[in-house]
């Protein structure tokens, strides 16, 4: 276990129990027209040993509930009021 992430054994607890928390959204996916704000994020890494390299953003209700579900990861950001 490494990398610069604070807290990162509290994340990695909270990820191993997700059984595809960096799975993308489908393109097909009928979302919510919410918007959560400019925050982006990129995850690069391993994850149950394979590389990764995945962005998150908070552009609709499906891309902010994903976002939602690997919030250990980021711990500066603070989810906006619904």
Known sequence: MGGSLPKRAAAC???ASAKEPFKPVPDVAI????????AVALVEGR?????????FARRNGCEIARWD??????????????
């Open 13 to 15: 607890q909270a990820l």
């Open 31 to 38: 979302c919510t027209a919410e918007y959560g704000g400019p």
């Open 47 to 55: 994850f149950r040993g394979k590389r990764l390299r995945t962005t």
């Open 69 to 82: 579900r690997v919030g250990a990861l980021f711990p500066y950001s603070r989810p906006l009021p619904r």
